[in-house]
């Protein structure tokens, strides 16, 4: 089953904002950290914004600030609002689900497919 589903990627130009969204299952929302990652063409994934159940944030240098991520528990929905963008920002966002599991000793995670985000100058 698709557990995560991104949406809102698209076009914009430099300066303007977009929103992402995460839809989860309500296992998955409920019992993960949710965050939001990156990949540009050529380059490595990373990480861009997290929030965890508790509702802690953490956000990558290059976008404190610009970015907000944010839950609605209601929803099972994370959103990443994203302004002032930047080409720099052009890049596949996927969202990410994970915990810690203490039995396994290993992080669990959950990766949606991405959403394009193209940001022309």
């Given at each position: 089953q698709v557990q995560l589903v991104e949406s809102g990627g698209g076009l914009v130009q430099a300066g303007e904002s977009l929103r992402l969204s995460c839809a989860a299952s309500r296992s998955i929302f409920s019992s993960n950290a949710m965050g939001w990652y990156r990949q540009a063409p050529g380059?490595?994934?990373?990480?861009?914004?997290?929030?965890?159940?508790?509702?802690v944030t953490n956000y990558a240098d290059s976008v404190k600030g610009r970015f907000t991520i944010s839950r609605d528990n209601a929803k099972n929905t994370v959103y990443l609002q994203?302004?002032?963008?930047?080409?720099?920002?052009t890049a596949k966002y996927y969202c990410n689900a994970g915990r810690w599991s203490l039995e396994l000793g290993r992080y669990l995670e959950v990766w949606g497919q991405g959403t394009l985000v193209t940001v022309s100058s």
């Open positions: 380059k490595q994934r990373e990480l861009v914004a997290s929030i965890t159940s508790a509702g994203m302004s002032s963008l930047e080409p720099e920002d």
